[in-house]
């Protein structure tokens, strides 16, 4: 149950699966088509899909590279959101158009795991919205030449913690997509 008032719609985010984004993403082809059937779910039963797309100096606005992947099409009509920053709440029109689609609860999906999934899925639940991740529809890539550990490991472990988030009045929680119930409570895995 969201702290937001009269917002008892669910929507889709699917944050920065773009050509670069997941170039050399860990197990890219089986989340981008996780994705590809969570939205194709979402349109059947009337759940909005909002699409998130990232640019900065190294992720230039209309390079090929900035593009959403070719397997993923927005349809006409669906809110495609421009950011800046990790968080796609932040300095975006993103609160505006949950807020006009009366949401207050999501599924969150994309890329990357340790960056821009994990500031969305903090920032829209410190803002009160029950925030749900899709465990099998997110990806990173390797940075363990910096120190992380492998990719995979951070995808299991972002999917651990996140689904034990809980605050008052709202909630977290983690499915895999074909466990997503657009009309039920966040899921726990």
Not at 119 to 139: C, E, K, M, N, Q
Not at 147 to 175: F, K, M
């Amino acid at each position: 149950m969201t702290t937001l008032q009269n917002r008892p719609g669910t929507a889709v985010i699917v944050v920065d699966v773009q050509v670069d984004v997941v170039k050399e993403a860990h197990a890219r082809d089986a989340v981008v088509a996780n994705i590809a059937a969570l939205v194709e779910r979402a349109r059947r039963e009337d759940v909005p899909v909002v699409w998130v797309q990232h640019s900065d100096d190294e992720l230039v606005k209309d390079s090929d590279g900035w593009r959403i992947v070719p397997e993923l099409t927005p349809a006409e009509g669906e809110p495609l959101v421009h950011k800046n920053y990790g968080d796609s709440f932040e300095d975006t029109t993103l609160e505006s158009v949950l807020s006009d689609l009366g949401v207050g609860r999501l599924f969150v999906a994309g890329a990357a795991t340790d960056a821009c999934i994990r500031s969305t899925l903090h920032g829209a639940f410190v803002r009160g919205y029950d925030t749900v991740l899709v465990g099998d529809a997110h990806t990173t890539q390797d940075l363990t030449r910096w120190g992380a550990p492998p990719a995979d490991q951070v995808i299991t472990h972002t999917n651990l913690y996140w689904s034990h988030q809980a605050a008052p009045g709202r909630t977290g929680g983690t499915v895999n997509s074909a466990d997503v119930d657009f009309g039920g409570a966040a899921g726990r895995e």
